[in-house]
């Protein structure tokens, strides 16, 4: 946290955006930041390379309203990648663990760059410290964050529409995309473990067959694998290790 960043990037306009929609937003000019936060004492909207790998400015989100905080930054587009620096409370004992030093991801990011690596640096406190978790870790994580990725959030349904029937005839089936398709042997290779191969006509065929009406996938929100897992050689098959809406 010594190293002093950039609060704006050349031929980048800061504006005061909007609270409407949390997350990042796209809109052909620049992107909407909105995170919400209702202890924090102030937010930094970290931006990097695209490659991830390198912090190239910290912008100061300075418009709050209620407890969503906002900036608009005319220029950027998609596929920048971010995070944010959130400073406050470290009162542990009263529920407070801001620590500006560890980046973290946007909440509603619809994608990630790079994966999770395990370390003690992700934590904000100091990993087999006397004090536990009442002490406070001044390292940066960010070398071993994934990071939020700016994506165009608009999807074309073209004659799409939502099956219409009562919600009291609904038959459900709770589905776990890999387990339902990964092994499958009549789904195409290219489409297995996939959406598509959920939607794939022999999936479809045998869920008609059942007369079920109503799909629920199991998690489907990226995840982490636990670090107990990763040193074993293993992963998390169910993946509710969620880390994004």
Known sequence: MTRQLPTKLPHHSLS??????????????GVNFAVFSSNAESIELCLFTDDGKREIARIPLKERTGDIWHIFVAGLGLGTKYGYRVFGPYAPEQG????????????????LHGALKWSDTLMGYRVGSARNDLSFDTRDNAFAMPKSVVVNDHFAWADDRSPQFDPREAIHYEAHIKGMTAAHPKVEAKYRGKYLGMASEPVLEHLTKLGINTVQLMPVHAFINDRFLIEKGLTNYWGYNTIGF
Not at 16 to 29: D, M, Q, S, V, Y
Not at 96 to 111: E, G, I, S, V
Request: hydrophobic share 35%.
């Open 16 to 29: 005061a955006g909007t609270p409407a929609k949390l997350g990042a937003h796209f809109n052909g000019e």
């Open 96 to 111: 407070h663990r801001f620590n500006p030093h560890k980046l973290l991801l946007d909440p509603y990011a619809r994608q």
